[in-house]
């Protein structure tokens, strides 16, 4: 299922368990962001306390047009699994507006797992992203052993 949320003007596009996001192919479908101020993610899943299982998105490009302005509290993500297990991203283009000056140097991400078990990063394109163009890090609502198991491979930065 989609949701689309609308927070301080930023648009999103929340996805719950069992959602594929699939495009026409990178380049042919383009989500376009144009906010400078920072939210959490372009496309993020839905309960990000709980998490969602059995996520994908695959074959877009999505563009952040504008620099943000301010990072706040939240983040500056393309793609945000929060708390999730077994989520793909698969051939997608995150396109960034540039290295800022000064440089952003915290919450500028392309494709972040926070907290997310098992997933699959392949085969994308990622290009000025400020800080991090891939992202994975532990739990939040597990303990700090929990392993994440992820597969990262074939990307290009």
Not at 80 to 98: F, I, M, Q, S, T
Not at 144 to 152: F, I, K, M, N, W
């Amino acid at each position: 299922t989609l949701y689309k949320k609308n927070r301080d003007a930023d648009n999103q596009i929340l996805i719950g368990n069992n959602t594929w996001v699939r495009g026409a192919g990178a380049g042919a479908t383009v989500l376009k962001n144009t906010a400078t101020s920072a939210y959490d993610g372009v496309i993020r899943n839905l309960d990000t306390s709980a998490g969602n299982s059995y996520l994908k998105v695959s074959d877009l490009t999505i563009q952040r047009t504008a620099q943000i302005s301010a990072l706040g509290t939240g983040f500056n993500e393309f793609i945000l699994a929060y708390n999730c297990d077994h989520v793909w991203v698969e051939r997608c283009a995150c396109l960034g507006p540039g290295v800022p000056s000064p440089p952003v140097t915290s919450g500028g991400k392309g494709i972040h797992m926070r907290g997310t078990q098992y997933s699959w990063i392949r085969d994308n394109y990622l290009s000025d992203i400020p800080d991090t163009p891939i992202a994975i890090n532990g739990k939040d609502v597990l303990p700090a052993d929990t392993p994440l198991y992820a597969v990262v491979m074939g990307n290009h930065i």
